[in-house]
């Protein structure tokens, strides 16, 4: 195996598996203290990464846009090739990865036998979808399969000077102070199979006036804002940022924030990441996609799940209507949110 004096890791998916990366790169720089790591994304990935003072340098692979099709990602695996990685370490499987990887001239390339997985010098059998462990105990095993010693699980996500200025700003100009209990509320997700009904996010938000009066914060991506439609029709009160913030101004508004609150998503794991209470509303309960795969990490961080006996989960597919987030019941929610406020307030 040739010495790795440049290392190339690779994650071109989601935000929170982005997230659940972050431990990879600094268990390569306390192995390889002297040595270029760089790490290779998606574009709108980039900023859980740039900052990162453990990495040398950000890549984006721009799939869906710059290098669409097989001439644009066949001319950026001959752009790689220039840059001379030792190795590529690929967290998560795909073809084009692999493919990208492999015409890059990369000699050693771990990652998991799935995918065109032929194409790896180093395969791992894919067991992920057994969801015996947390994704980050998966992603830190293709370092323990290459002997490199895990020193550090912590997650990390860089906050910009810039950002939290600009949320400070943002919620003054909404009538938040700085002693203000600040909650932060998520009604989205990528999968209708992992979308808490709406209806009781509005009735969870009634109950949290109530008890607490406090300053209530709404997110979503820009695909995603018709999904809290119906809070901010029932209650005008609210903070509207949905669609509004980009990852970083997303991380500086969590840090703020006394609790975050939302449905299985990247956001969670950013909030994690930051030590800021978050509690994680999961649906679906196929080992793959539970909550022992893809919980929130740390002390402060918390899920609620119901097991409705199904023999199997068919998720976004569901023939039962996602019974499993339906008896998720509001006063559930806020009892848990009751129990960390009492704590942390």
Same mark, same amino acid.
């Given at each position: 195996m040739k010495k790795a004096k440049k290392i190339l890791i690779v994650r071109t998916d989601r935000i929170g598996d982005v997230v659940l990366s972050t431990p990879v790169i600094k268990n390569l720089r306390i192995a390889f203290p002297n040595s270029w790591i760089s790490f290779m994304c998606r574009p709108y990935t980039k900023d859980i990464l740039e900052g990162n003072p453990y990495l040398? *340098?950000?890549?984006?692979?721009?799939?869906?846009?710059?290098?669409?099709? /097989?001439?644009?990602?066949?001319?950026?695996?001959? /752009?790689?090739?220039?840059?001379?990685?030792? /190795?590529?370490?690929?967290?998560?499987?795909?073809?084009?990865v692999h493919l990208i990887t492999y015409f890059a001239g990369i000699p050693f390339r771990v990652g998991w036998d799935k995918k065109c997985g032929f194409l790896l010098t180093?395969?791992?059998?894919?067991?992920?979808?057994?969801?015996?462990?947390?994704?980050?105990?998966? @992603?830190?095993?293709?370092?323990?399969?290459?002997? =490199?010693?895990?020193?550090?699980?912590?997650?990390?996500?860089?906050?910009? *000077?810039?950002?939290?200025?600009?949320?400070?700003?943002?919620?003054?100009?909404?009538?938040?102070?700085?002693?203000?209990?600040?909650?932060? =509320?998520h009604p989205s997700a990528s999968c209708p199979s992992k979308r808490w009904p709406q209806r009781y996010f509005s009735s969870l938000i009634r109950l949290l006036k109530e008890e607490f009066h406090p300053k209530i914060a709404v997110i @979503?991506?820009?695909?995603?804002?018709?999904?809290? *439609?119906?809070?901010?029709?029932?209650?005008?009160?609210l903070i509207d940022l949905r669609g509004k913030l980009d990852i970083s101004s997303l991380a500086s508004l969590l840090r703020r924030a006394n609790l975050f609150i939302s449905n299985d998503s990247g956001p969670v794991h950013i909030a994690a990441s930051l030590s800021t209470p978050v509690i994680s509303i999961f649906g679906r309960n196929d080992k793959g996609l539970s909550p022992q795969r893809w919980k929130p990490l740390g002390e402060n961080s918390f899920y609620l799940h119901k097991d409705v006996g199904c023999k199997q989960c068919l998720a976004h597919n569901c023939n039962k209507g996602f019974l499993c987030l339906r008896e998720i019941k509001p006063e559930e929610v806020f009892n848990l949110v009751r129990g960390i406020l009492e704590k942390s307030c």
């Open positions: 040398n *340098e950000v890549i984006v692979y721009d799939k869906y846009g710059k290098h669409k099709g /097989w001439s644009s990602s066949a001319k950026f695996s001959l /752009w790689l090739r220039k840059k001379k990685f030792d /190795w590529a370490v690929i967290l998560h499987p795909t073809n084009r180093k395969r791992i059998p894919h067991t992920k979808d057994e969801g015996q462990k947390h994704e980050l105990e998966y @992603t830190l095993d293709i370092l323990r399969e290459i002997g =490199i010693k895990i020193v550090d699980k912590s997650l990390y996500f860089p906050i910009k *000077e810039e950002k939290e200025h600009y949320i400070e700003q943002l919620l003054k100009s909404k009538g938040v102070e700085k002693n203000d209990l600040l909650l932060v =509320i @979503t991506s820009k695909s995603e804002v018709i999904h809290g *439609e119906l809070l901010i029709k029932e209650h005008p009160d």
